[in-house]
């Protein structure tokens, strides 16, 4: 099974982010890079399909973005694809959903994967579209929220996480692309030996402007702004029973909980 | 003029020309009987793959590890007083005796050098015989602790070990009877041949037993890496650690052939002795399994049939298995490298293991807790930010940055810095050392972490350190060396008590205990500084194992990431210990002991020692400053 896997660098999780002078972005100056974690998820995800399915099957990475992301596709390489697509684009964060997905169907086109995987959604914007978006682009069948997947004999038994605790066995056939949800496997962790055999492994390198697919952004990224600060304490009055009545009257209606 | 206490040692006056050639014939044999065993292990040490970066020089650190070690048995004796004289004894006897069994053999064919009639043939031989009564009553001390007394660390009995002692003491028996036999008689020809028998079926004895340690360990002592615990350089791109024969070192495959199985280390593991697996003397014994087996040019995991996973990974890298070895065996290279070996290649699968180098990859501390939580700490303490002016830079480390034990260390320790004067300040961002993942090995993790923080620190011009962990100051100053020059470094006890006398005592007369923390103590020799401040605060007593034998907090080497122990709690047990001394506060001087400790207090219930680190110590007496 030949699996392609989308994946984003984005800022690490402990950074400390500032927004850049323009208002538009984040300052991108000193900070340190990770791979997005549901993207993580969708590569352990390929990772353990190939290693179910014997000798033949090859996973390979594709990432779009400045020169910086190539130390997170290495980390790639390095738990175990076995090649990867850098895309080189400067202006990742002038593109919508939309311009993204279009640069990646073009880069894994080519390929005709019998699978593509990718988080379902990137922790900088978590806009959650860009996987579903490449699927149409493809004119491949999609599912979301995965949190497992199983070959099957005509194609993919997927598992997806609804809401409240609730699950959704549902099969389709390959080709496929499903976004994955973060935390239904276990993520391995990348070792020296990895990294070293990482080093012979192929990394192709295309500029996003070779893959023809530019086009005019349908959104444009307007302002970013830190969220504000609030914290509010209410005293309860009354006895303890008219507290606790009243307490689950405001959980109800106001922290919308119960 | 020097007058002989003995009467003239009797010699055979002639040997015929058959006994010649016996004795020729069983010399040769037994030479051969040696070299046929001793032969291909000097191989197998020999074709065991160089040690990286090894060097014989300065060589003075050797030739004084040399004669302490070997020469003088300090270390024997010092950790076994009458075992270890008794063994001594007997090493003496048998360098006295190099020079008479060359006499001795060189008598047949009449080439002897010592005249017992002789001034200097008389002198060396009342001398020598002098070490014989030494030795045959050392011999008889050691016999009977190995097969009356048996303490446990001593393994099962052999009856090889019994041979040799009865050889050794037949050896001191017929040397000793010459004195009193007439010269010419059959007397003096009996002991002399069984003197001889004994010393041939001895000789090839030795490489077939633990007595292997008479050829190899004074080389082992010698050659050892000689920094405590120290954790050796990948070689190069295909070094992943200790994975395969082929990864065996020549100094790990000598230290493996040099273990004389006196069990010290067992003795004093933690992990040995809370029923978990780990055998510090297993480990080696494995790896000279392995060795015999397979050899070191074999491809097979040495962590299989000899070595188990679980026993590398139960090891708190407390050191004091190294500490103890007579035979100058470095236990935590080795454990470390067999990790290295498991992590650097994947083979290692543990839930806590991953999640805490997950943590790392992604994040800058060991707890994987957000460094904004760090951030508001520094904030809301009031701690001033390294801009370069202030003379020390306080490393927070993450549990002086995220766990709220460290934090009130770190507050206390900053409250003393103020009271003192001194000029300091915190870095705007740390990582972790990578102190947990470089003993868990896991080296492509720990390079990160070591060059994310030598970048910052040389960015931020910081010259010296001071940290409330050990296990911080350890990888700073030694671990991170191989990525580039640390800013000096020290640990928050040696900070304080140099000004010790400048903070004000309280005469509380409270019962203090101090638990030497092993990465402050055994690693760094440190044991008084941190005594001294805490005797600001009351009266010191002593733990039955404290200084260079403290037993271990079951923290260190990663093992505070990992699981629920196997057999009883390091923590329980140390912390009973300290309990049972009767002293009303544990002084600690970690903030991974205080952890532990912490649990261990609250696991045990009411009653329980009050536990304070050092810094807080010393910050009791301090006025209040507002």
């Known amino acids: 099974m030949k699996i392609i ?3 984003k660098q984005v800022p690490e999780r402990d950074a400390q982010v500032r927004i850049a002078a323009n208002g538009k972005w984040i300052d991108e100056a000193d900070l340190q890079w990770a791979m997005n974690e549901p993207d993580a998820y969708a590569l352990e995800e390929a990772l353990l399909l190939k290693e179910s399915g014997g000798a033949c099957g090859e996973v390979i990475v594709v990432s779009a973005g400045p020169e910086r992301v190539g130390s997170t596709i290495r980390e790639a390489l390095a738990k175990g694809a076995d090649r990867a697509i850098q895309i080189l684009c400067d202006d990742l964060n002038g593109r919508d959903a939309l311009g993204v997905a279009r640069l990646l169907a073009a880069a894994i086109k080519p390929e005709n994967p019998d699978l593509v995987l990718t988080g ?6 978590g806009l959650g579209q860009t996987g579903v978006i490449v699927a149409e682009l493809l004119g491949l069948p999609h599912a979301t929220m995965i949190l497992h997947v199983e070959k099957t004999e005509s194609g993919l038994k997927v598992k997806r996480e609804l809401e409240e605790g609730w699950f959704q066995s549902i099969e389709l056939p390959t080709p496929a692309v499903l976004t994955v949800q973060s935390g239904g496997n276990k993520l391995r962790y990348a070792t020296l030996m990895g990294i ?3 080093k012979t492994k192929d990394l192709r390198t295309v500029n996003a402007a070779e893959l023809g697919a530019e086009g005019t952004p349908a959104v444009v990224l307007d302002q970013i702004a830190a969220p504000k600060k609030q914290k509010s304490t209410q005293i309860l009055p009354g006895s303890a029973k008219e507290a606790a009545a009243a307490l689950v009257e405001k959980l109800k209606t106001e922290a919308r909980v119960l | 003029m020097m007058t002989a206490f003995l009467p003239n040692l009797a010699e055979p006056q002639y040997f015929s020309g058959s006994e010649r050639a016996l004795f020729a014939v069983l010399a040769a044999g037994s030479l051969f009987g040696f070299w046929r065993r001793f032969g291909p292990i000097l191989g197998k040490i020999l074709q065991s793959k160089k040690d990286p970066e090894f060097h014989l020089f300065p060589i003075g650190r050797r030739v004084r590890d040399f004669v302490w070690e070997v020469m003088c048995q300090a270390k024997v004796i010092r950790e076994r007083s009458l075992a270890g004289v008794a063994h001594a004894l007997v090493f003496w006897a048998f360098c006295a005796f190099a020079l008479v069994t060359l006499n001795h053999c060189a008598t047949i064919f009449g080439l002897g050098f010592l005249d017992p009639a002789g001034r200097v043939g008389r002198f060396y031989f009342d001398f020598a015989a002098f070490f014989a009564v030494a030795c045959a009553a050392g011999i008889l001390v050691l016999f009977v602790r190995r097969f009356i007394a048996r303490p446990k660390w001593l393994g099962e009995l052999s009856w090889e070990s019994g041979l040799i002692a009865l050889l050794i003491f037949a050896l001191m028996a017929t040397y000793l009877a010459a004195f009193f036999v007439p010269e010419a008689g059959t007397g003096a020809r009996a002991l002399w041949w069984t003197h001889t028998l004994a010393l041939l079926i001895f000789l090839p004895l030795i490489p077939h037993t633990k007595h292997l340690h008479l050829v190899l360990s004074p080389f082992t002592v010698f050659l050892s890496r000689g920094g405590f615990a120290e954790i050796p350089p990948l070689a190069d791109d295909e070094d992943f650690g200790l994975v395969a024969g082929t990864d065996l070192t020549q100094l790990v495959s000598l230290q493996a052939y040099s273990c004389v199985e006196c069990g010290r280390c067992m003795e004093h593991c933690p992990a040995n002795n809370t029923g978990k697996l780990l055998n510090p003397k297993e480990i080696v014994l494995g790896l000279r399994g392995y060795l015999n087996e397979f050899g070191p040019a074999s491809e097979e995991p040495l962590l299989g049939k000899y070595n188990a996973q679980e026993a590398a990974f139960e090891c708190t890298t407390c050191g ?23 992590v650097n290649t994947g083979a290692w699968e543990d839930d806590h293991g991953a999640k805490l180098f997950l943590a790392l990859e992604r994040g800058s501390n060991a707890l994987g807790m957000s460094a904004t939580e760090r951030d508001k700490f520094v904030e809301k303490s009031g701690l001033p930010l390294f801009d370069g002016t202030q003379e020390y830079c306080l490393w927070l480390g993450c549990m002086g940055a995220y766990d709220p034990r460290g934090r009130e260390i770190v507050v206390a320790l900053v409250r003393v810095m103020r009271y003192l004067g001194a000029s300091f300040g915190v870095m705007r961002k740390e990582r972790c050392t990578g102190d947990p993942v470089r003993r868990l090995g896991n080296d492509l993790l720990f390079q990160q972490l070591a060059e994310a923080n030598l970048e910052a620190l040389a960015q931020n011009r910081v010259k010296k350190i001071v940290s409330i962990c050990p296990h911080c100051v350890r990888t700073i100053q030694e671990d991170w060396k191989a990525y580039g020059t640390p800013p000096e470094v020290e640990h928050h006890s040696e900070f304080l008590a140099r000004f010790a ?3 004000p005592p309280i005469q509380n007369q409270e019962k203090i205990v101090f638990h030497d923390p092993c990465y402050l103590g055994r690693y760094r020799g440190v044991y008084e500084e941190p005594r001294r401040v805490a005797a600001l605060a009351g009266d010191l007593v002593e733990a039955p194992r404290s200084h260079e034998r403290s037993f271990c907090c079951g923290a260190g ?8 122990e196997k057999g009883e709690r390091v923590s329980h047990v140390r912390a009973a210990e300290l309990a049972a001394t009767g002293a009303s506060v544990v002084g600690t001087a970690c903030p991974f002991c205080n952890t532990m400790f912490r649990d261990a207090f609250a696991a045990k219930g009411d009653g329980a020692p009050e536990l304070m680190d050092i810094a807080q110590l010393a910050a009791r007496g301090l006025p209040d400053m507002k």
């Open chain 1, 5 to 7: 896997v989308a994946i």
């Open chain 2, 557 to 564: 080497g990663g093992l505070v990431f990992l699981g629920e």
């Open chain 2, 320 to 342: 004091a298995c190294e500490f103890q070895c007579p035979v100058g065996i470095e236990h935590v290279p080795i454990i470390v490298g067999l990790r290295r070996g498991a």
């Open chain 1, 120 to 125: 379902l959604q990137s922790e900088d914007l």
């Open chain 1, 196 to 198: 070293k055999r990482a």
């Open chain 2, 501 to 503: 006398l400048q903070l």
